[in-house]
């Protein structure tokens, strides 16, 4: 593609106002999550609730909600280019593979090859919700095609960030145009402790909020809280999803996602491919972006680059002057893409054009084009079919491929019949940037036969690609254009073992070719599209996904994902002009692949402080005497060993023992131990069989032990006396139906008996958001009764997550959506739970600012021996800092504002668990940023 001048992107620049994507045809038949692989895990302060027709979980969302189309980036794979003679090859090697939890009913195949690479968006259900601890999978009613990450991420033994992996400022963002410079962490070697802010008082209108006491910040725990040295891999997944070049500058993007959350990367080389970083990414007031975003395409040139992918919001979309560098612009940015779906997009000499397509019906049998035009890439223009009036006889039309050579661009695109078979395809071309467009004919020399083109640019114009066959041999026929509108036979590839050609990629570099071949992608590399050479091959194999190609100087680089059948792994296979292989290892890069260290609750028994989590997709528990110096537990191998993606999530201590439950691919997870160290299944445990079945807390009291959660529609319990059996809880008052399910998220054992907590959808509630809190009170954890409480003041939607007492004392905690955001609530009672009432949780503002209030939630909580401890988060998603709240009654709440590492600062800071150690309190949670997070550990003397 031809680069041209055009505006520099400024970073700080005011973004215009106002932000979401879409879907083709039905995919090949074996396409969707693969059986068996566990849904996506939710955040314990934002789970919604069981079983809803309605796949968006309640209040799930920190802004508008948008209902995202099934799959909004993905495109079929290409038609049969001769259908009556040719078979298709032996192996997929290109895009025919969907992302991680895509799902849609088998449709027929309308066979090889497809021109593009994969560039459908579909975010696993948890990245709706903020960066949050990872939680049972999600809920669905049983035999619901449910999100299936692919399962983990690139081995080796994980590298080890503990101690600060970043500087971060004492109060962030408390002086306009400051700009902190990150330090990004590789494998030896870590920078120096940021300093912990001094402490301060801000006086708002609310009364005092409070600055941390002058003691020792939070710690970075990532080698306290290690990976298994022993696993094979680090327990989460990583992919890449597009690459694009200009000159020796190439960009990779994709991403990782664990349990609960997708972390989009940019990865970035400067030397042509042959050693790429991980790219920094900031919003346009350099802060953190928030977890949850996918960049899916990308292009640019000469001083100006633009992204596109998605995000909890809709569309995401980011800028950069160079590729180095990124922008992650604010949502209103993407609100002019709506709910249609991105296919590609291209740079042009006026700036920007994005193809894709829109479906009035939202299933895209109606499908017709859509055009994106961008100056910058900050400002978008849709075009609709009525102006671009792009149509083909036989069926709906999407939109596939574009290049662009100065203002010039063509774009390929098909109809599909009911059957999501192609019967039509064509080339339309646009001499104005993308505004408008008419259809140009792009002939079928000797031995070409069906629908199927390859399209791309480089400096001298355009140039397309068909399959061919003669009685010997497959090949390729490349056809060239100077303007897009008269395109005459260039050159042919000829190469041993073509099975179809996959993708043409144009740069000022040259072009070069995927072709599809058995057990191998061929690579062919031209200068002008005439005479082709043999770039190098690529193993190749059901488990590897093509997705993107770039070409430079002196490589040829693909970005793809391999599961490899136990995780996914992020690829990128550099060949050089030679074919010679140019060894880049994604998981080698700092801060591309991180491992998997969870650690979601801490608790408390006689003389042993217990926590719990996972590593390395396995659940882990670590124990401590001091709360200081921790050992993970040497024997948990048949307890949390299995094969299958597993996390432990609470964790309680009684007279029999301890009891930490959790889940096991998508099963419950119950496993018991004597002394903490070690574990084993919860015996006589069975969460029985009614669709979807999670446990989500666990209690101990004088009569036994108690697991809550949700069992199909209902509220789930589970009483042991001893350890030993198990028996479900029961009572008409858990039981829910498919339109006003019920669902338990905390319980505690107090003088009166047990008290759970959760949530219950109100089919009387029209129109509007139906889950509301909801208590149920037990004597003896088996006969449980309902007790319905009111929204929280101001709430659209809310219900509890967490629970602590004191003597006769409870309190319950949860996070309300309302119409500005996500707010903290609590309810206390004096009587073990029979009435409520409402406590109002003080201003929470990071720095005093009051607008912080619309974005908090609560994340722990706990009984100290001088009253309460709420902890939670003030701020939106990517700088998110520690909240706690302080009560001596449950009635009156005073909040402070921790500052220090692991705390605040730079990116986001979470305590998921709270206990006491003596006269001190004891927190875990996570410290992350866009280079990836690690878990904290603090103990602090009790406020």
Same mark, same amino acid.
Request: charged content about 20%.
């Given at each position: 593609m031809t680069g041209h001048d055009m505006p520099e992107d400024e970073p700080n620049a005011d973004p215009p106002p106002d932000d979401p994507w879409a879907i083709p045809p039905p995919p090949p038949v074996g396409w969707g999550p693969p059986s068996g692989a566990p849904p996506a895990a939710l955040p314990p302060w934002a789970a919604p609730p069981p079983h809803t027709d309605d796949p968006t979980p309640p209040g799930a969302d920190d802004g508008p909600t948008h209902e995202a189309p099934a799959d909004p980036w993905r495109i079929p794979p290409q038609p049969p280019w001769d259908p009556a003679h040719e078979p298709p090859p032996s192996a997929v090697t290109a895009t025919d593979a969907p992302p991680p939890g895509f799902y849609e009913p088998p449709g027929p195949n309308p066979g090889f090859p497809p021109v593009s690479e994969t560039t459908a968006f579909d975010l696993p259900p948890s990245a709706t919700s903020p960066r949050?601890?990872?939680?049972?999978?999600?809920?669905?009613?049983?035999?619901?095609?449910?999100?299936?990450?692919?399962?983990?991420?690139?081995?080796?033994?994980?590298?080890?960030?503990?101690?600060? #992996?970043?500087?971060?400022?004492?109060?962030?963002?408390?002086?306009?145009?400051?700009?902190?410079?990150?330090?990004?962490?590789?494998?030896? !070697?870590?920078?120096?402790?940021?300093?912990?802010?001094?402490?301060?008082?801000?006086?708002?209108?609310?009364?005092?909020?409070?600055?941390?006491?002058?003691?020792?910040?939070?710690?970075?725990? !990532?080698?306290?809280?290690?990976?298994?040295?022993?696993?094979?891999?680090?327990?989460?997944?990583q992919e890449l999803l597009g690459v694009a070049s200009a000159g020796s500058i190439v960009v990779a993007i994709g991403g990782e996602t664990d349990t609960a959350d997708y972390r989009g990367e940019f990865l970035v080389s400067s030397d042509g491919g042959r050693s790429f970083r991980l790219a920094v990414v900031r919003t346009p007031d350099g802060a953190e972006p928030g977890y949850g975003d996918t960049p899916r395409v990308v292009a640019g040139s000469d001083g100006a680059w633009a992204a596109l992918g998605g995000s909890h919001t809709g569309t995401a979309v980011w800028t950069s002057r160079d590729g180095k560098s990124w922008i992650r612009q604010p949502d209103s940015t993407g609100a002019v893409f709506g709910h249609d779906k991105i296919t590609r997009v291209a740079r042009t000499a006026g700036g920007?054009?994005?193809?894709?397509?829109?479906?009035?019906?939202?299933?895209?049998?109606?499908?017709?084009?859509?055009?994106? $035009?961008?100056?910058?890439?900050?400002?978008? /223009?849709?075009?609709?079919?009525?102006?671009?009036?792009?149509?083909?006889?036989?069926?709906?039309?999407?939109?596939?491929?574009?290049?662009?050579?100065?203002?010039?661009?063509?774009?390929?695109? #098909?109809?599909?019949?009911?059957?999501?078979?192609?019967?039509?395809?064509?080339?339309?071309?646009?001499?104005?940037?993308?505004?408008?467009?008419?259809?140009?004919?792009?002939?079928?020399? =000797?031995?070409?036969?069906?629908?199927?083109?390859?399209?791309?640019?480089?400096?001298?114009?355009?140039?397309?690609?068909?399959?061919?066959?003669? =009685?010997?041999?497959?090949?390729?026929?490349?056809?060239?254009?100077?303007?897009?509108?008269? #395109?005459?036979?260039?050159?042919?590839?000829? @190469?041993?073992?073509?099975?179809?050609?996959?993708?043409?990629?144009?740069?000022?570099?040259?072009?070069?070719?995927?072709?599809?071949?058995?057990? =191998?992608?061929?690579?062919?590399?031209?200068?002008?599209?005439?005479?082709?050479?043999?770039?190098?091959?690529?193993?190749?194999?059901?488990?590897?996904?093509?997705?993107?190609m770039a070409v430079t100087a002196g490589a040829t680089i693909l970005a793809a994902r391999e599961d490899? !059948?136990?995780?996914?792994?992020?690829? @990128?296979?550099?060949?050089?002009?030679?074919?010679?292989?140019?060894?880049?290892?994604?998981?080698?890069?700092?801060?591309?692949?991180?491992?998997?260290?969870?650690?979601?609750?801490?608790?408390?028994?006689?003389?042993?402080? &217990?926590?719990?989590?996972?590593?390395?997709?396995?659940?882990?528990?670590?124990?401590?005497?001091?709360?200081?110096? #921790?050992?993970?537990?040497?024997?948990?191998?048949?307890? $949390?060993?299995?094969?299958?993606?597993?996390?432990?999530?609470?964790?309680?201590? !009684?007279?029999?023992?301890?009891?930490?439950?959790?889940?096991?691919?998508?099963?419950?997870?119950? &496993?018991?131990?004597?002394?903490?160290?070690?574990?084993?299944?919860?015996?006589?445990?069975?969460?029985?069989?009614?669709?979807?079945?999670?446990t989500y807390a666990a209690a101990a009291g004088t009569a036994g032990y108690v697991i809550v959660g949700e069992s199909g529609y209902s509220a789930g319990t589970w009483f042991s006396p001893d350890?030993?059996?198990?028996?479900?809880?029961?009572?008409?008052?858990?039981?829910?139906?498919?339109?006003?399910?019920?669902?338990?998220?905390?319980?505690?054992?107090?003088?009166?008996?047990? &008290?759970?907590?959760?949530?219950?959808?109100?089919?009387?509630?029209?129109?509007?958001?139906?889950?509301?809190?909801?208590?149920?009170?037990?004597?003896?954890?088996?006969?449980?009764? &309902?007790?319905?409480?009111?929204?929280?003041?101001?709430?659209? /939607?809310?219900?509890?997550?967490?629970?602590?007492?004191?003597?006769?004392?409870?309190?319950?905690?949860g996070t309300a959506t309302t119409a500005y955001g996500r707010t903290a609530f609590a309810f206390v009672s004096s009587d073990g739970g029979g009435s409520w009432q409402e406590v109002r949780l003080p201003r929470t503002g990071q720095g005093g600012a009051d607008s912080s209030d619309r974005n908090s939630a609560v994340t722990a909580v706990t009984a100290t021996p001088k009253g309460f401890v709420i902890a939670g988060t003030a701020g939106r998603p990517g700088r998110t800092d520690v909240v706690l709240w302080t009560s001596a009654d449950g009635r009156t709440w005073a909040a402070e504002s921790p500052h220090g590492t692991g705390l605040s600062g730079r990116g986001d800071q979470r305590l998921t668990g709270l206990t006491t150690q003596g006269s001190d309190l004891l927190a875990v949670g996570v410290s992350a940023d866009h280079t990836g997070e690690q878990p904290t550990l603090w103990r602090r003397p009790l406020p």
């Open positions: 949050s601890t990872p939680r049972p999978p999600a809920s669905r009613p049983s035999g619901e095609p449910g999100y299936n990450p692919a399962q983990w991420a690139p081995g080796g033994p994980p590298s080890v960030y503990d101690e600060p #992996w970043r500087r971060e400022s004492a109060q962030r963002n408390a002086r306009a145009g400051l700009r902190l410079r990150p330090i990004l962490i590789g494998v030896a !070697g870590l920078a120096v402790a940021g300093l912990i802010a001094a402490g301060i008082m801000v006086l708002t209108k609310h009364g005092p909020l409070h600055d941390t006491p002058t003691g020792p910040a939070a710690r970075l725990a !990532g080698a306290t809280f290690a990976p298994d040295p022993a696993a094979k891999t680090d327990g989460r997944d920007f054009v994005a193809i894709g397509d829109t479906s009035q019906k939202g299933d895209y049998s109606d499908a017709v084009p859509v055009v994106w $035009l961008s100056p910058d890439g900050r400002r978008w /223009e849709r075009l609709g079919n009525d102006q671009l009036k792009m149509s083909l006889p036989g069926g709906p039309v999407s939109l596939i491929d574009v290049a662009a050579h100065g203002n010039i661009v063509i774009a390929y695109g #098909w109809a599909t019949n009911g059957k999501g078979q192609v019967v039509k395809d064509a080339v339309w071309r646009s001499a104005d940037g993308g505004r408008s467009w008419a259809v140009v004919d792009v002939p079928h020399p =000797k031995g070409t036969a069906g629908p199927g083109i390859a399209i791309s640019a480089t400096p001298a114009g355009f140039v397309a690609g068909r399959n061919a066959r003669s =009685k010997s041999e497959q090949y390729g026929v490349v056809l060239a254009s100077v303007d897009g509108s008269r #395109w005459q036979p260039a050159g042919e590839i000829h @190469l041993p073992g073509y099975g179809g050609l996959q993708r043409l990629s144009g740069s000022d570099r040259g072009l070069a070719a995927v072709i599809g071949g058995d057990k =191998k992608v061929v690579i062919a590399r031209s200068e002008d599209g005439r005479v082709w050479q043999n770039g190098g091959e690529v193993p190749a194999s059901s488990a590897r996904t093509v997705e993107g490899d !059948g136990q995780d996914t792994n992020a690829v @990128l296979a550099v060949r050089d002009t030679l074919g010679q292989e140019v060894p880049v290892d994604v998981s080698a890069i700092p801060g591309a692949a991180r491992p998997d260290q969870t650690v979601t609750a801490v608790a408390a028994g006689a003389n042993t402080r &217990v926590a719990v989590g996972g590593t390395n997709g396995d659940g882990a528990v670590w124990t401590s005497s001091d709360g200081t110096h #921790w050992t993970r537990a040497p024997d948990t191998g048949q307890a $949390l060993g299995r094969p299958g993606k597993q996390r432990l999530i609470d964790v309680t201590a !009684g007279r029999a023992g301890w009891l930490a439950v959790g889940y096991d691919g998508t099963r419950p997870l119950a &496993v018991t131990s004597a002394d903490g160290a070690g574990w084993h299944p919860a015996a006589g445990f069975d969460p029985g069989s009614d669709g979807h079945v999670a350890l030993r059996s198990w028996r479900p809880g029961g009572g008409d008052d858990l039981t829910g139906t498919k339109t006003a399910n019920r669902w338990m998220r905390g319980v505690v054992a107090g003088p009166s008996g047990y &008290v759970a907590v959760g949530g219950l959808s109100d089919p009387a509630v029209k129109d509007a958001p139906q889950g509301r809190p909801a208590v149920w009170t037990s004597a003896d954890g088996r006969a449980w009764t &309902v007790k319905r409480l009111p929204q929280p003041s101001g709430a659209l /939607e809310g219900w509890f997550d967490k629970v602590a007492v004191k003597g006769g004392l409870l309190v319950a905690t």
